[in-house]
């Protein structure tokens, strides 16, 4: 077979009809699955059905009964039944985000006016106590005053870092709770979904947020000190591991299922 | 005395060699039967021509014995699962010279592998197939980058992507 005189992109690097060849002599699925990642061309080579096809048929057979597992690549097909089995084995998700991939943002209205607007990275966020909950001091920076006896209106987000998916963790308006008379509290029951895995047997999840104000009144409220933000378990009353705040979080924010 | 062929290289150089030799190469014998016994190869550079000639001059010594009945039963029950078109070359002597012919950087091989494949060699189109796609089975992606010079184009959500859909290749179990 004659073949045209080959581009060569770089030093070393395969033409790609030799690739296409190579790519015939790999074999075993996982080097496949590896020399995918590689490259755009060589996902290209190595993605192809024809190194695929064989794989599946001769590990599950029984796929070839299906008509409509025609449908997807025999790559996908061969990722999925593999991982099948692992499933099972799997008793708690593996934990991918990390908190430094998260920034939380807190607005605060009253009266129609925005009061309190705070953005934390996670990165500087300390847990108290290895539990999912965070004090934020406000050292004076945003000089946020709250009347404790109007209305406000919370909304409490957090957004992955490379600004990809976001949740809503609390959307409250009414009335504050008051905690003595220097705290305000607000919290909203989250959802929790049945397919939800973690440590803890039988939980609810609440999201809640505390706003601790300075005795002093400056025209018509008093400065904010301190903000702490976090999930409670409406269970045990406590507040979660950080751990488990953050698979909560994973689950709702990233496309581990 | 032995027929000889005379084979030119792209860059003009000739190189004389005994007809059992050139006729490792399939295309060569099957222009030999019609034609002359000049055989020009402008798509070969005498540095690979010399590497080919090289290889050829081995394996047909090694050819002029068919192989037993025994190892070409071997042959056919190694290629059950997997796709690899080799034959096992049965000799261990031949197999160890052909270990040493492809100590070679990526680049020479390359050249080899497409001038074998011009040719129609194909023991040698499939030991060097077989030598660079051991240089990436096993490897992590970032191994197989440096190894070949190859740029990473995607953007880090395609590669979050990918990561995520092959995690199951990259675990060690």
Redesign the interface.
Known sequence: MAMPQPRRQARSSPPWEVLRLISEFVGDPKSLAVACCVSKSWHAVFTSDHLWTPLCRSLFPSSTHNATAAAVSSRHLFQLLHTAASRRRRTRSQLLLHLPRLIFFLDVFQRGAPVLSLARAGSELVSHRGVFRFEVPMNGEEPAALDSGDDVRVAWTVVTAEWREAFGLMEFEGQARAVGNREMWFSEKLPYPSAFCCSEAEAGFEAQIFIELADEVHGGGRTVEKVSFGLMNTKTWRYVKEEDGLLYLQYFLMDTK | MAKMIKLVSGDGAEFEVEEEVAFQSKIIKDIVADADDVIPLP?VSSKVLIQVIEYCRKHAAVNSFPLSPSSSAAAAASS???????KPVSDPALRAWDNEFVKL???SL?DI??AA??L?IEEL??LV??T??DR??????QE??RQ???????T??E?EA?????S???QNN
């Open positions: 798509t059950s699962s997997s796709i690899s078109y080799s950087n990526n680049s390359f592998v497409i494949n011009y129609d189109v499939d197939l077989e660079v796609a990436i089975k096993g490897k992590q992606a197989i980058r070949f010079n190859i740029e990473n184009d995607f880090p959500e590669e990918l990561r995520r859909e092959n199951w290749a990259f």
